[in-house]
C-alpha cells in the first residue's frame, strides 16, 4: 500500500518567512508532484520531478522552488511566503512502470496560512 | 495541449437519485483517463480509471473518444457520495485535473 506523507497538516506563517513543506513517499515512485488545491479552481502544478535532482516546472512555479536529494523525499520551498500563498498543498507520487497507468498516489495535504 | 473540463461546480442531487458527473477532455494522443475522489477530511484517492472499466462502489465511467468524454455516473445516489470529484487526463506522466466537481447528496 502506497504511503505518501507530508510533514504537516496544518501551518500558520507570517508574511516573508521562508517555508519548507516536505513529503516522502515510500513505494521507490519516480515521479513526484507538488500541487495547489483551492476552491474553483482545482489542483494546480506547482513542480514535479521525474528523478533525483530533476525538476521541472509546472502550471504556477512563481514564488515556489522545489529539491529533491533523495528518491523518496520531495520539498517545496517558499523562498518569502506571501498572503496569496495561502492554500492547500498537495504532495502526490507516481511510477514509471506502464503498468501503473499514471496512477497517482496523494499526500493527506498541508493548509498553509500565511499571515 | 491537455485540457480536462468538468463544467459543473457544484451537483446538488437527493438518496436514490442518478447521479451523472461530466468530464470532457483535449488531448491529441491517446489518453488515459481517471476520476478521483476526495470525501471530507480525507486525502485525494482513484475512484476509478477507463482501462481497468471496473465500477467501484457503484460508479462506472465510459470512455467515449467520439465525444471526448468520460463521465461518471452512478444510478442510485448514496449519501456517502457526498465529495469533490476530479477527472484527470494521463498520456504523458504529467496528468491534468479538471477543476472539479462538488457533489452533495441530500437524504
Known amino acids: 500500500d502506497v504511503k505518501v506523507t507530508q510533514s504537516s497538516r496544518y501551518l500558520v506563517k507570517r508574511t516573508g518567512e521562508k517555508v519548507f513543506l516536505e513529503c516522502v513517499q515510500d513505494?521507490?515512485?519516480?515521479?513526484m508532484f507538488w500541487y495547489r488545491q483551492d476552491p474553483g479552481l482545482g489542483l494546480r502544478l506547482i513542480y514535479f520531478?521525474?528523478?533525483?535532482?530533476?525538476?521541472e516546472k509546472g502550471d504556477i512555479p512563481e514564488g515556489y522552488s522545489v529539491s529533491r536529494e533523495k528518491k523518496e523525499r520531495f520539498s517545496l520551498i517558499l523562498e518569502s511566503a506571501s498572503t496569496n500563498q495561502t492554500s492547500m498543498y498537495l504532495c502526490?507520487?507516481?511510477?514509471?512502470?506502464?503498468?501503473?497507468?499514471?496512477?497517482?498516489?496523494f499526500g493527506p495535504g498541508t493548509r498553509l496560512t500565511v499571515l | 495541449a491537455q485540457r480536462v473540463t468538468q463544467p459543473e461546480k457544484l451537483l446538488s442531487v437527493f438518496k436514490g437519485a442518478p447521479v451523472e458527473l461530466k468530464c470532457n477532455y483535449s488531448?491529441?494522443?491517446?489518453?488515459?483517463l481517471f476520476w478521483y475522489v476526495q470525501y471530507s477530511r480525507q486525502r485525494l484517492q482513484l475512484l476509478l480509471r477507463h482501462i481497468s472499466r471496473e465500477s467501484i462502489k457503484g460508479f462506472t465511467a465510459d470512455l467515449n473518444k467520439g465525444e471526448t468524454s468520460f463521465h461518471l455516473k452512478k444510478p442510485f445516489a448514496q449519501e456517502e457520495d457526498s465529495a469533490m470529484y476530479y477527472c484527470?487526463?494521463?498520456?504523458?506522466?504529467?496528468?491534468?485535473f479538471g477543476r472539479g466537481t462538488s457533489l452533495i447528496v441530500h437524504p
Open positions: 488531448y491529441s494522443g491517446s489518453p488515459e
Open positions: 520531478s521525474y528523478d533525483v535532482k530533476m525538476k
Open positions: 502526490a507520487s507516481s511510477s514509471l512502470a506502464p503498468t501503473s497507468y499514471n496512477e497517482q498516489f
Open positions: 484527470a487526463l494521463g498520456g504523458s506522466y504529467i496528468p491534468t
Open positions: 513505494m521507490d515512485h519516480e515521479n
